[in-house]
């Protein structure tokens, strides 16, 4: 198949009409080093067709249809696959106009951009020749800044000023410079400054490619009592009530109007103002001021309604959150160099209950199965955000005698977590914690019961641990208590020697007791907005036994042969793990990057444990790790043992490096 698919993208004018071409290969040449091609890459109006590994793949797929019939597969290829581009002339015409208009927002204003033509059996080539020259550099920068009060803050920060002499002339730094005031002025109470007030003016006449820029900061315009418009001092502005609404429906305040405003009830608490219908809080007030950083009295600051909308949206117990502002129409006893500035903050509940049934049934190789499932969530438990989980799972399949000796085999569990927003540690409690960190606390419970033909184990599992953040780019989770016990009851001793020669399959049945804890720092600086290069590191420290270990040794417990403890009839882990993850993606376009990683890892038993257990060991493979490989089928050497099926390559060390190319196959992927 893939075979039939590069023939036929060695044919790409199949369905290229004869009075057109194929745009064949579009290639730009720059005279200037410190122009990037990948920055006019956006400016071309069109590409040809893309390649995978030289070959035009989605082309192929196209062309594989014909044209003249929709049913399927025909429809189908010219779905996944990618039709032919034909060559435009004014495409490439806007192009090289496109292409001097961003190199002359960069700088070169004498830049010229050239498109050669060339056309060939069909097929055209298209190269682009830029001659960009030397840029235009900043002389000086002049300011006029005609509002004092904006003045004084200004020449305060002028050391974050992005427009600097002897740089570049940008645009891009421009608008740049033009947003970074905006938010540093109205972070100083001034709620009416906006970017509109901020102008740059050039003058490029001075020769010897330079420019001087005049860097002007305008009043505020209002109007007189005669309705005119006059220029007036920028105005700061402080906190004067807070409203929140916290049961707000979008829906009903449309529909009812002023009707639902009159039916909401008000309390004034803590120095703010919760309304809400029916006179009860969906969650309560405590932990929506804990996420606010807006207070009455303080200066209005774009930072903190930010701020306290993502911490707002943190707490996921709110389906909308809604953060504006107003001027009162009357106002007494205010300072003429600071006005009153209301808050209103809408918040719009999620469902607060969640529960479905999922049902499953199997047919395999004749014996009939089936699974229910039952799952439950509440999004706000206690009335303080906090969110509770639980699945509930029974299956049962019908096995046929003659082949298993039983009649059935039957699954039963459960799993639970609850997550709290705020830590469970009485100094920690403060609200200035809970606002800086936005910590969690999460309690999960699990326990699974399997009862097969040959064998019976229950699987239980528990943890208590903390998240927080250090910052956008920070996580931190410390879990000092995970709890993780395998029991096997029964095993019936035929089968029991049959997995003696799968060194993965006797692991699997063996008795687990591990009590441990970790902890855990994430940095990842992705940008789900934009698509750029980003770092994922991941740092991982993990102890296991010691706190069971030290409460044997003080009590005295005996030992069993071998100088182990014992808990429950079976030696406890005891061992210490530490590893990194690093992970870099290149973004090489929309459609495609390179991912390079990097894993250093090692586990050291010791104590009551002479090696690390086997969940707790280092492997490679698997979707984790390198994919092209099964989990624990990759490691060093190549030895396998005669009399084993398959030999687990697991090891209490493991230095994993890989790079893998991304790309998108179909449409859809």
């Not at 606010?292 to 903190?304: A, C, E, M, S, W």
Request: hydrophobic letters at 35%.
């Amino acid at each position: 198949m893939l075979a039939v698919i590069v023939f036929y993208s060695c044919n790409p004018t199949k369905y290229v009409p004869d009075e057109n071409t194929l745009l064949d290969k579009s290639v730009i040449n720059i005279d200037n080093y410190g122009i990037k091609k990948s920055d006019l890459k956006p400016y071309i109006k069109q590409e040809p067709n893309k390649k995978i590994f030289g070959a035009r793949f989605h082309l192929g797929l196209y062309n594989l249809s014909n044209i003249e019939k929709t049913g399927w597969p025909h429809g189908w290829l010219r779905n996944i696959g990618e039709e032919p581009v034909i060559f435009d002339a004014f495409a490439a015409s806007k192009s090289s106009e496109q292409l001097e208009n961003y190199l002359f927002s960069k700088g070169y204003f004498n830049a010229d951009v050239d498109a050669d033509v060339s056309s060939n059996k069909q097929k055209t080539s298209i190269v682009y020749n830029v001659s960009a020259r030397n840029p235009y550099r900043i002389r000086r920068v002049k300011y006029d800044i005609r509002d004092e009060n904006v003045r004084s803050l200004f020449f305060m920060d002028t050391i974050n000023c992005l427009i600097k002499n002897g740089e570049k002339y940008d645009v891009d730094i421009l608008q740049k410079e033009r947003i970074r005031l905006e938010r540093f002025i109205k972070d100083m109470g001034f709620y009416s400054f906006s970017r509109d007030h901020i102008y740059f003016e050039v003058d490029s006449t001075l020769g010897n490619r330079q420019v001087d820029i005049f860097y002007e900061a305008r009043k505020f315009l209002d109007y007189n009592s005669g309705k005119s418009i006059i220029e007036s001092e920028h105005k700061r502005y402080r906190i004067n009530n807070v409203y929140i609404y916290t049961s707000w429906d979008p829906k009903k305040s449309l529909d009812e109007g002023d009707d639902y405003l009159q039916r909401q009830d008000t309390i004034f608490l803590n120095g703010y103002y919760f309304i809400t219908d029916k006179g009860r809080h969906v969650v309560k007030p405590n932990v929506i001021t804990q996420s606010l950083y807006i207070k009455p009295g303080d200066l209005f600051q774009v930072t903190n309604m930010e701020r306290s909308q993502d911490h707002l949206n943190s707490l996921q117990s709110f389906r909308l959150v809604n953060i504006r502002y107003s001027k009162p129409g009357f106002f007494d006893g205010w300072q003429s160099d600071e006005l009153p500035l209301n808050c209103i903050i809408r918040l719009t509940p999620v469902t607060q209950q969640e529960f479905r049934v999922e049902l499953e049934g199997t047919n395999s190789a004749g014996n009939l199965g089936g699974a229910v499932n039952f799952v439950y969530q509440h999004k706000n438990l206690f009335r303080g955000a906090e969110r509770l989980n639980i699945k509930l799972k029974g299956a049962y399949e019908t096995l046929s005698e003659q082949i298993s000796g039983s009649r059935s085999t039957q699954e039963y569990g459960f799993e639970t977590s609850l997550t709290l927003p705020r830590f469970m540690l009485p100094f920690l409690e403060k609200e200035s914690f809970i606002k800086k960190y936005n910590p969690k606390t999460v309690i999960t419970a699990a326990y699974n019961y399997q009862k097969m033909p040959v064998y019976t184990r229950t699987v239980a599992n528990a943890s208590f641990g903390y998240n927080w953040r250090g910052n956008r780019f920070i996580q931190h989770s410390v879990y000092p208590l995970q709890l993780n016990v395998v029991k096997l009851p029964f095993i019936d001793p035929h089968f029991e020697m049959s997995i003696d020669t799968s060194s993965y399959l006797a692991y699997s049945y063996k008795d687990v007791f591990i009590l441990g804890g970790n902890y855990i720092y994430v940095f990842n600086n992705q940008n789900i907005k934009k698509s750029r290069d980003y770092w994922f590191i991941k740092l991982t420290g993990e102890l296991a036994g010691n706190l069971m270990s030290l409460g044997y040794m003080v009590a005295g417990a005996d030992t069993v042969e071998g100088g182990s403890y014992q808990v429950f009839g079976q030696p406890f882990a005891q061992y210490a793990r530490a590893d990194v993850d690093m992970r870099y993606n290149r973004k090489l376009n929309e459609v495609s990057s390179v991912v390079y990683r990097a894993f250093i890892g090692v586990g050291i038993p010791y104590g009551n444990s002479k090696a690390v257990p086997f969940e707790k060991q280092y492997f490679s493979g698997g979707a984790n790790s390198i994919r092209a490989w099964n989990v624990r089928s990759l490691g060093p050497g190549s030895y396998t043992p005669v009399d084993s099926s398959f030999f687990n390559m697991t090891a209490d060390i493991k230095l994993e490096f890989n790079a893998e190319y991304r790309f998108k196959l179909f449409w859809i992927l």
